[in-house]
């Protein structure tokens, strides 16, 4: 560096601006560094930087399942946010989410001298005996889990009473559910909120059939949901399964949505081109990924993880001495599956 400030005919200050992208820096200087640092191939030392800095630049990210569209979406936005702001991401996936097993994954990434890290889908954090490394900040995406770290993650609940609310609204007596597995979060949030939904409204409750996500599920299930003939209405936990109840209509015979309406959840690529198009409730994912990557990002520059960021969409709750939890208000997309009952 001191070489390139020689040439460039700048301090060395300047020229770790100039390294580190620091805003502060004329054009002409700038410009007048980077052919510097071109010339002499300087190239900046990551080990030597975080020795002086305390700082490694790097996000690790824990998560269990990068099959499911969820984790994905919510991965690519912590990976696009973290870059923006100059931070790789080194990503470990947990093939079982034991408390064993994330224990390693975590000390694993401490190990790899990351600033923070953030954990997708922390099903496991449910655990009370569970505790996380103090060592580096962490963050919680996609969990309802009641933790001493931030959380951020969708609004599962309000999802489930938009599209509850949304047959219930179009005169169908009541609604009946085609619920994700047992043992999932996610899927136990929707299914409790269908529940409250019904019952809040006077309306008969229905059995409920489980399915494992798949449109093979959802085909079953709904051939064993149609087998009675008052069911006007469905709620499937999430779109693959809608999608299995759409075939499974077709076999026995019915009409969508003039005899039956169907809504899905998440709001998948593939929704608006099923025949019908599918109704379905949209979740802003990669805002989740966004938001928890820039609190834990104010974490590691040393501000107070009690602060929620005002949220532009959804809500966040907090008191005093208890950590962040921020929620993102789920939109119900209404498309072709869903009317007016007929009978």
Do not use: C
Not at 165 to 192: D, F, Q
Request: hydrophobic share 40%.
């Amino acid at each position: 560096m001191s070489d390139v400030a020689r040439l460039a005919g700048v301090s060395g200050q300047t020229v770790s601006r100039v390294v580190n992208d620091h805003p502060g820096v004329a054009t002409e200087t700038r410009e007048r560094v980077e052919s510097a640092m071109h010339r002499l191939g300087y190239r900046a030392n990551a080990a030597a930087r975080a020795l002086a800095t305390g700082r490694f630049r790097t996000i690790g990210v824990v998560t269990f399942n990068l099959t499911a569209v969820g984790n994905i979406r919510i991965l690519d936005a912590v990976i696009s946010e973290a870059q923006s702001h100059g931070y790789s991401v080194n990503v470990a996936v947990v093939d079982t989410p034991t408390e064993h097993d994330i224990r390693a994954a975590v000390r694993a990434m401490t190990d790899r001298a990351v600033d923070g890290i953030v954990v997708i889908e922390a099903r496991v954090l449910d655990t009370p005996n569970l505790q996380l490394p103090q060592e580096v900040p962490a963050v919680i995406a996609d969990s309802s889990a009641s933790h001493d770290h931030p959380t951020f993650g969708m609004d599962e609940a309000a999802g489930a009473r938009a599209a509850v609310g949304h047959l219930l609204e179009l005169g169908h007596r009541t609604v009946h559910h085609l619920a994700g597995p047992t043992g999932s979060n996610p899927a136990e949030r929707r299914r409790a909120a269908w529940h409250r939904m019904l019952k809040r409204e006077g309306r008969p409750v229905p059995a409920v059939v489980h399915g494992d996500w798949s449109p093979h599920s959802g085909y079953r299930g709904g051939l064993e949901l149609l087998e009675d003939q008052d069911v006007t209405a469905i709620f499937a936990a999430n779109d693959q399964m809608a999608t299995g109840v759409l075939r499974a209509a077709v076999d026995r015979g019915l009409r969508v949505p003039e005899d039956l309406s169907v809504v899905g959840y998440d709001d998948q690529d593939f929704a608006p081109y099923q025949t019908p198009p599918l109704t379905s409730v949209n979740q802003d994912l990669a805002e989740v990924g966004r938001r928890s990557l820039k609190h834990l990002l104010k974490l590691i520059e040393g501000e107070r993880g009690h602060e929620a960021n005002p949220p532009a969409r959804g809500h966040s709750s907090r008191s005093a001495g208890r950590p962040v939890r921020n929620l993102v208000k789920p939109t119900l997309v209404v498309r072709g599956s869903t009317a007016a009952p007929s009978r």
